[in-house]
Every structure is written in structure tokens, then in C-alpha cells.
């Protein structure tokens, strides 16, 4: 009995080591040749070198991309989270519909090349200049349904007595908004921006659907791509993935249930 | 006051407070509330005295937090006027209202130190720095939370902030201060002890309170006045005495303290009770033939061993018991009425006679401890 389970443990233990090199492997190769001294397209080790990142921020391609890239999620998530915030609000407190749940979470479901063609051609109905400005409502069209999904967890544990108490005190609406209801939810609020931010940075489909003369930075890689697979861009991944890892632990660790973010219900009625 | 002899049970005295009470603070009138198709309050009305410790007693659903929501701004009132020294608050916001609350989840700003909880109120008021530490710290201390000051909520225990959101609702001086269920949270040996604190605190601040509590023996103790609220309506206004003594229906009879109930119709001098025939009691004022409720509190009976030991103007009726429970200083009879099988309770010191079960005894009265009720 005991050998059979700890012969089955072992297994798990196998299963998961592939599982875990399947997923990370290919990163760790990324890493790993982003720091290659070799020529392009040269796939064995030639030697330590940090030569490519020099070549990335020479190259005023990528940091004009990587500019208009951080311009647009800037603006996206600015958006996304003062929309997303008030739908969270009004959808936690106002509606007891699941069909207008379901309605504002669907933009995250829809496919992106779908999303990309209904936004080309409704652009082109109403005559919409494509450009940065195309992609930040492009963006915010999925943004502001992450950012409300995310404040609206925050929302769920909400005592909204504090609020009653605070206008209790003299403390009009708005100012109760901005000093109680505020920053008890910020967590969730700047865990969503860090969320859309990263998003939007690396969104590739509706960005080149709805770019026009516009290039941004996953539109840039792209384009170089089409070269073959150089040092260069593997330095550019490496970077763009640190970054991103960076702002998800970030969001996870605001986001994370804590004892002090709400007050627990001090007691039910008996 | 009627010359009757008083009898107190076990819920104890209710402790007076001094001060000087007479006229009304606060008066509630014809105040209605509608949920959708649900009447939470209906046509109630109450006045309130100035430095008056007052409660509002019920079962849950009883409209009691809602009308305590109605005078903090909370909820409007369908119609109905809410007066506060002469104005009409109906229509006016809570942050204009010289009334605060402290809230059943107590509400503490999560995000705030102790300190600043209670300062918010009074930076809302635009006040000179100084006197707002003055008087923060002045209200900690009174409170016994001064050494908590720096501590966040979620650092305290559940009393400690209960003291916290007491503190932060004086702390405005409010004409009126407004308690939804203020001990339900703490344990029992807890909450008697803030019972008599919020008693003291009552008294020094010198505050009228209205407190909202489904524990009738919490009001009874706390309390100047109570009134006993059901399914939207004010029942009976009244110390806890008077309560006690004189409730003005069954319900009342019932939800304070321990009541027997014998049903019967109103005859001259008695209730006819169906199979033990007429027991004598106070029908002064009824009308013969109206059903009626013949009521008896356990500590005004006696279980008697036999028939002649009751002195002659006693009711008596015979008994079987059916258990005997010793508490102490008490001991609790519980018998079934022979012939109508009505359970009857007595709680006596059971010095003078232990039934033991199974055995048949004599219940007696005297014919003007019972109550007559005819709702």
C-alpha cells in the first residue's frame, strides 16, 4: 500500500518537473541567448556578452515603439481604471442582473482578432483617424472590464457602513468618496492598473488591427521578426518579460487578502 | 403608581440615572417606512426626554433598527415627521443632523488609526487643531482607550473597538446618540460589564441615548425607558418596571421576562377558563365575554403540597410536575395543569417545598398578581 503511494508521489514529482520545464524552459533559453556574444542568427554559445541591450537602446526604432507603447497603456489604464472603478461601484451596489454581469465581462472573452475587426471597421463607419488614439480605446474596450472585475472583489468585503459612518460625522458624499470608499478599495484600484498596463504593453492583435501609420512595440518586434530571430530581439523579450513579471508580483502582492485592507464583521445579530 | 405589591425578577434593577429629564429631545411622529410592498414602521410615534437612557426592545424585523436608521438620516421616511429640538429632520442629509450612530459592525475606517477615527468627525467640524486633540484625547481616556491610540482596528480585540466607535460617536457631542445593538458582538460576561459602563459614560457625557437591542434584559438593565416594539408597531412605552408589572398585552407579557398564560373568556370578578372554570382576577374595566389571556409570572406562584395550605383568596390549581430544575438561589418548577394540560413555570426559592417529579401538588396565586390581557 505505502510502496504503491510513494511510487505514485514519485511520478508527481516527474510529471511536474516536465510540466514546469514545458512552461519555463523556453523562457530560460530566451534569457539565456539574450546575453549570447554571437552574431545574428548564430545559435551556439559564443560567450557573456550585454551587447544586445546596448544595440536595443541605440536603436531609435525600438525606443520610439517602446515610447508609444508605454504613451498608449499610460492612457489605456488612466481610462480603464476611472471607468472600471465606476462600473465596479455601480454594478456591486445598483444591479442584481447576471445578464449585465455576464454583458460586462464578455469583452475579456471575445477573441482578439474578432475584437480587431469590429473595431477596424467601426472606426471606419464613423471615420475614426487610426493612430495612438485608435489603440487606447481599442485597449480600454477589455481594460475597463479587467479593471472592474478586479475592484470588484475588493468591492464583495466592502462594509459600506464605514460609509454611512463617515457622512455621520459630517463628511458630505463626495469628500466621504475621496477619503473612506477610496482608499479602502485603492488596492484593487492600482492592482487593476498594474494588470491593464502590463495588457496593453504587450497586446500584438487589435493594436496592428487598429494601428494605422502607428507602430508600436510588439508591431515593431513583429516587423523585425520577419528578418529571422536575432540577439536583439531575444534582449527585447527578456526585457519586456522582467517588466511585466515585475508589475504582476506587484499586482498580486497589493491585491492579496489582508487582515488590515477590511474590517471584519465585528459579530452578526443572534 | 397603584398600591399593588411589586414583584422584580431575575433581570434585575434598573439602575436610575440622575440628571435632569422632562422635556422631549427628540419626537417621533406618525413615522411611516415602506420597503416596496413591506410596512418596516408603522404610524409610530415616541417622544424622547432630554438625558433619557432610552430603548428600543424587539425581535428581529421588528422595525426597531429601522426607525433608529430613520433618525440617523440613514433611511427617509415615507411620512411621518422626525423632531429634534423644535425642527423637522425628515428631508435633511445625515451629515446635517446633530445626531450620531454607532454602528452595529461598530464601522471603523480601516485605513485610519484609533487616533484618527476619532478625529475625523470633528476635522469635519473645521476645528482648531488644538481643541481637536484636546478633545480626542480627552474622549480616549474616558473610554479607556488612550494607550490604543496609534493601533489600527484590525489590532484590536473585538471590545476595544467596540470602545473605539463609542468614542468616535461622543466625541461631536451629539444632541442624541444612537446605539444599533451596541453589545451584540461581545461576549456575555463583556457585555455585562459594558452594560454598566455605557451606563456611567451615559451619565457623564451627559447625552440622550437611544438604544436598539433584541436582549430584553440588556434594555432592562440599561434603561430609563423602553419601548417594545413588533412587526412595525410601538406595543408599549414604559420603565422597565412598569413593564414588567403592567405589559399591556401578551406579547409584551411575553417578551419581558417569563410568562404563564391560561385563555379564557372575561367573566364578573374572573377569567373562565376552559376546564378549570372561573379563576378570580383584576377584570376591573373589561367587558364580560371578550376573550382574554390570564397571566402569571413564575415567581408570583407557589407550588403548594396540598390544597389547604393556600390561605382562602388564593387561586389554586392542581398540578403535576414535570421536572425541577435547581439554579442556586432559585429553583425552577415545570408542571402541566391537571385536567387542561396547560404548562405552567414557577421559579420560588424552594426552601418551603422540592416537589419531585410525577408529583401531584396545588398551584396557587393571589388573585391580584395575575394579569388580565385581552390582546
Known amino acids: 500500500m505505502s510502496e504503491s503511494r510513494a511510487g505514485t508521489a514519485g511520478w508527481l514529482k516527474v510529471h511536474m518537473g516536465l510540466l514546469f520545464g514545458f512552461l519555463y524552459l523556453p523562457l530560460v533559453v530566451l534569457v539565456v541567448l539574450s546575453f549570447n556574444d554571437a552574431r545574428r542568427s548564430v545559435v551556439s554559445w559564443q560567450g557573456f556578452s550585454t551587447r544586445w541591450y546596448g544595440e536595443v537602446f541605440d536603436d531609435p526604432q525600438i525606443l520610439r515603439a517602446l515610447g508609444t507603447t508605454f504613451v498608449i497603456a499610460a492612457l489605456a489604464t488612466l481610462l480603464s481604471v476611472v471607468l472600471g472603478t465606476l462600473l465596479a461601484l455601480g454594478l456591486e451596489r445598483h444591479t442584481r442582473s447576471s445578464v449585465l454581469d455576464g454583458a460586462v465581462y464578455f469583452p475579456i472573452l471575445v477573441p482578439d482578432i474578432v475584437t480587431g475587426i469590429a473595431l477596424l471597421s467601426f472606426y471606419s463607419l464613423i471615420h475614426f483617424t487610426l493612430g495612438t488614439g485608435s489603440i487606447v480605446?481599442?485597449?480600454?474596450?477589455?481594460?475597463?472590464?479587467?479593471?472592474?472585475?478586479?475592484?470588484?472583489?475588493?468591492?464583495?468585503?466592502?462594509?459600506?457602513?464605514?460609509?454611512?459612518?463617515?457622512?455621520?460625522?459630517?463628511?458630505?458624499?463626495?469628500?466621504?468618496?475621496?477619503?473612506?470608499?477610496?482608499?479602502?478599495?485603492?488596492?484593487?484600484?492600482?492592482?487593476?492598473?498594474?494588470?491593464?498596463?502590463?495588457?496593453?504593453?504587450?497586446?500584438?492583435?487589435?493594436?496592428?488591427?487598429?494601428a494605422g501609420q502607428t507602430v508600436t512595440f510588439p508591431i515593431q518586434i513583429y516587423s523585425m521578426i520577419r528578418f529571422g530571430i536575432t540577439p536583439e530581439i531575444n534582449a527585447v523579450a527578456?526585457?519586456?518579460?522582467?517588466?511585466?513579471?515585475?508589475?504582476?508580483?506587484?499586482?498580486?502582492?497589493l491585491n492579496r487578502p489582508r487582515p488590515d485592507g477590511m474590517p471584519e464583521l465585528a459579530g452578526g445579530r443572534t | 403608581m397603584s398600591a399593588e405589591p411589586r414583584t422584580r425578577g431575575a433581570a434585575g434593577e434598573g439602575l436610575r440615572s440622575a440628571g435632569d429629564r422632562g422635556a422631549d429631545v427628540i419626537s417621533i411622529e406618525h413615522v411611516v417606512k415602506e420597503f416596496g410592498p413591506v410596512r418596516a414602521l408603522d404610524e409610530v410615534s415616541l417622544a424622547i426626554r432630554e438625558n433619557e437612557f432610552f430603548a428600543l426592545l424587539g425581535p428581529s424585523g421588528c422595525g426597531k433598527t429601522t426607525l433608529l436608521r430613520c433618525i440617523g438620516g440613514f433611511e427617509e421616511v415615507t411620512s411621518g415627521r422626525i423632531v429634534l429640538d423644535g425642527a423637522d429632520l425628515v428631508g435633511t442629509k445625515p451629515y446635517t443632523r446633530p445626531v450620531n450612530m454607532?454602528?452595529?459592525?461598530?464601522?471603523?475606517?480601516?485605513?485610519?488609526?484609533?487616533?484618527?477615527?476619532?478625529?475625523?468627525?470633528?476635522?469635519?467640524?473645521?476645528?482648531?487643531?488644538?481643541?481637536?486633540?484636546?478633545?480626542?484625547?480627552?474622549?480616549?481616556?474616558?473610554?479607556?482607550?488612550?494607550?490604543?491610540?496609534?493601533?489600527?482596528?484590525?489590532?484590536?480585540?473585538?471590545?476595544?473597538?467596540?470602545?473605539?466607535?463609542?468614542?468616535?460617536?461622543?466625541?461631536?457631542?451629539?444632541?442624541?446618540?444612537?446605539?444599533?445593538?451596541?453589545?451584540?458582538?461581545?461576549?456575555?460576561?463583556?457585555?455585562?460589564?459594558?452594560?454598566?459602563?455605557?451606563?456611567?459614560?451615559?451619565?457623564?457625557?451627559?447625552?440622550?441615548?437611544?438604544?436598539?437591542?433584541?436582549?430584553?434584559?440588556?434594555?432592562?438593565?440599561?434603561?430609563?425607558?423602553?419601548?417594545?416594539?413588533?412587526?412595525?408597531?410601538?406595543?408599549?412605552?414604559?420603565?422597565?418596571?412598569?413593564?414588567?408589572?403592567?405589559?399591556?398585552?401578551?406579547?409584551?407579557?411575553?417578551?419581558?421576562?417569563?410568562?404563564?398564560?391560561?385563555?379564557?373568556?372575561?367573566?364578573?370578578?374572573?377569567?373562565?377558563?376552559?376546564?378549570?372554570?372561573?379563576?378570580?382576577?383584576?377584570?376591573?374595566?373589561?367587558?364580560?365575554?371578550?376573550?382574554?389571556?390570564?397571566?402569571?409570572?413564575?415567581?408570583?406562584?407557589?407550588?403548594?403540597?396540598?390544597?389547604?395550605?393556600?390561605?382562602?383568596?388564593?387561586?389554586?390549581?392542581?398540578?403535576?410536575?414535570?421536572?425541577?430544575?435547581?439554579?442556586?438561589?432559585?429553583?425552577?418548577?415545570?408542571?402541566?395543569?391537571?385536567?387542561?394540560?396547560?404548562?405552567?413555570?414557577?421559579?420560588?426559592s424552594g426552601r418551603v417545598s422540592m416537589a419531585s417529579p410525577g408529583e401531584t401538588v396545588t398551584v396557587a396565586w393571589a388573585p391580584d398578581a395575575a394579569r388580565v390581557l385581552t390582546s
Do not use: C
Open chain 2, 102 to 348: 454607532m454602528f452595529q459592525s461598530y464601522a471603523l475606517f480601516p485605513h485610519m488609526i484609533v487616533w484618527d477615527n476619532v478625529a475625523y468627525g470633528l476635522r469635519a467640524e473645521r476645528l482648531p487643531k488644538e481643541q481637536i486633540r484636546e478633545r480626542v484625547d480627552d474622549v480616549l481616556a474616558k473610554v479607556g482607550m488612550s494607550s490604543l491610540a496609534e493601533r489600527r482596528p484590525n489590532q484590536l480585540s473585538g471590545g476595544q473597538r467596540q470602545r473605539v466607535a463609542l468614542a468616535r460617536s461622543i466625541v461631536k457631542r451629539p444632541r442624541v446618540l444612537l446605539l444599533d445593538e451596541p453589545l451584540a458582538a461581545l461576549d456575555r460576561k463583556m457585555r455585562q460589564e459594558m452594560e454598566m459602563e455605557l451606563k456611567r459614560l451615559q451619565h457623564e457625557v451627559g447625552i440622550t441615548f437611544i438604544v436598539v437591542t433584541h436582549d430584553q434584559e440588556e434594555a432592562m438593565t440599561m434603561a430609563d425607558r423602553i419601548a417594545v416594539m413588533n412587526a412595525g408597531h410601538v406595543l408599549q412605552v414604559a420603565s422597565p418596571q412598569e413593564l414588567y408589572d403592567r405589559p399591556v398585552d401578551r406579547f409584551v407579557a411575553a417578551f419581558i421576562g417569563r410568562m404563564n398564560f391560561l385563555e379564557g373568556t372575561v367573566v364578573p370578578g374572573a377569567v373562565l377558563v376552559e376546564r378549570h372554570g372561573p379563576l378570580r382576577a383584576p377584570v376591573d374595566g373589561l367587558k364580560e365575554g371578550v376573550a382574554a389571556s390570564l397571566a402569571v409570572r413564575p415567581e408570583s406562584a407557589r407550588v403548594l403540597r396540598s390544597p389547604e395550605d393556600a390561605s382562602p383568596q388564593d387561586v389554586t390549581v392542581s398540578a403535576v410536575v414535570e421536572g425541577v430544575a435547581f439554579v442556586g438561589s432559585q429553583v425552577h418548577t415545570h408542571l402541566v395543569l391537571e385536567v387542561s394540560g396547560t404548562p405552567f413555570a414557577i421559579v420560588d
Open chain 1, 137 to 210: 480605446i481599442a485597449h480600454s474596450v477589455w481594460g475597463i472590464a479587467f479593471a472592474a472585475a478586479i475592484i470588484r472583489t475588493r468591492l464583495r468585503g466592502f462594509d459600506r457602513s464605514i460609509e454611512e459612518a463617515s457622512l455621520d460625522l459630517g463628511v458630505k458624499e463626495i469628500p466621504t468618496f475621496l477619503r473612506i470608499t477610496l482608499p479602502v478599495i485603492m488596492p484593487g484600484i492600482v492592482s487593476a492598473a498594474l494588470v491593464v498596463f502590463t495588457l496593453s504593453v504587450d497586446e500584438f492583435v487589435i493594436a496592428y488591427f487598429t
Open chain 1, 238 to 253: 527578456t526585457l519586456l518579460l522582467a517588466f511585466s513579471m515585475l508589475l504582476i508580483v506587484a499586482a498580486l502582492y
